[in-house]
C-alpha cells in the first residue's frame, strides 16, 4: 500500500511569509502527528490529529496551526515566518488511538526561510 | 514531568556489538519505541517494548525495564549501513497517549 505522503518536498519562503504543508497518510489510517526536526536535534512535537480532532499539541507559539480533513489528511500551516523555523518537517501517520502501534513517517518537507 | 535521556553520540567497530540506552520518567507510560534514522530520511520503526524483558529481532534487541524506567537497543554484528541516529519515544497515557522523544543517538560504525 501506498506510504505517507507529505507536499512539497522542498520550499523556500522568505521571512513574513506563510507557508502550508501537507501530508497524506497510509490510507486507512486515522492518526497524523507533526513534527518539526532541525540539525542535530531531536524530533519535537507540533500536534496530532486523530479523525479530524486536534488531540494533542506541543510546546510552539500560535503561528504553527493545522488542520485535519474527514478523509484524514492533514495540513500544517505557519504564519509569519521566522529565520528560526527553518527546518524539516515531518509527518508521521498511525493507525490507533492510543500509539501503541508503529508510526510511518513520511519522508518530509524541508522549507528553507531567508 | 517527562523526560527521556539517550546518550548524544557513540562509535562501535563494524562486526561488534553495540548498546544503546534509553531512560525515562513519564507518569503513564504505557510503551516505548525504538526508531532508526538515516541522515536526510525519515525515522523507521524498529521496536516497540510494553512489557519488561527482551525482544529480539535479527540483529536488533530491545530490552525494557518499567521498574526502572530504563530501555536499551543491542545491535549485533554491527554493519556499515548501521550508522544513523537512533531514537527512543515513550508513550504516556497521562498526556493523551502522546509520544516524548528523546533527542536521538547518533551511531558511528568504523570499519
Known amino acids: 500500500k501506498a506510504g505517507v505522503t507529505q507536499t512539497p518536498r522542498y520550499l523556500i519562503k522568505t521571512r513574513g511569509q506563510q507557508v502550508t504543508l501537507s501530508c497524506s497518510p497510509i490510507s486507512g489510517h486515522r492518526s497524523v502527528s507533526w513534527y518539526q526536526q532541525t540539525p542535530g536535534q531531536g524530533l519535537q512535537f507540533l500536534f496530532e490529529y486523530f479523525s479530524e480532532t486536534q488531540r494533542n499539541k506541543g510546546n510552539f507559539p500560535g503561528r504553527f496551526s493545522g488542520r485535519q480533513f474527514s478523509n484524514s489528511r492533514s495540513e500544517m500551516n505557519v504564519s509569519t515566518l521566522e529565520l528560526g523555523d527553518s527546518a524539516l518537517y515531518l509527518c508521521?501517520?498511525?493507525?490507533?488511538?492510543?500509539?501503541?502501534?508503529?508510526?510511518?513517517f513520511g519522508e518530509g518537507s524541508r522549507l528553507t526561510v531567508l | 514531568g517527562q523526560n527521556i535521556d539517550q546518550p548524544t553520540e557513540m562509535t562501535a567497530t563494524e562486526g561488534a556489538i553495540v548498546q544503546i540506552n534509553c531512560t525515562y520518567q513519564t507518569s503513564g507510560f504505557n510503551g516505548l519505541f525504538w526508531y532508526q534514522q538515516h541522515a536526510g530520511e525519515a525515522p523507521t520503526f524498529l521496536s516497540y517494548?510494553?512489557l519488561d524483558g527482551l525482544e529480539e529481532k535479527g540483529r536488533f534487541s530491545s530490552f525494557l525495564s518499567r521498574s526502572k524506567g530504563y530501555s536499551y537497543l543491542l545491535l549485533k554484528e554491527l554493519q556499515m549501513k548501521d550508522s544513523a541516529s537512533y531514537l527512543c519515544a515513550v508513550v504516556d497515557m497521562d498526556s493523551n497517549y502522546q509520544l516524548i522523544w528523546g533527542a536521538g543517538t547518533k551511531l558511528i560504525i568504523k570499519p
Open positions: 517494548n510494553v
Open positions: 508521521a501517520s498511525g493507525q490507533g488511538e492510543e500509539n501503541i502501534g508503529e508510526l510511518f
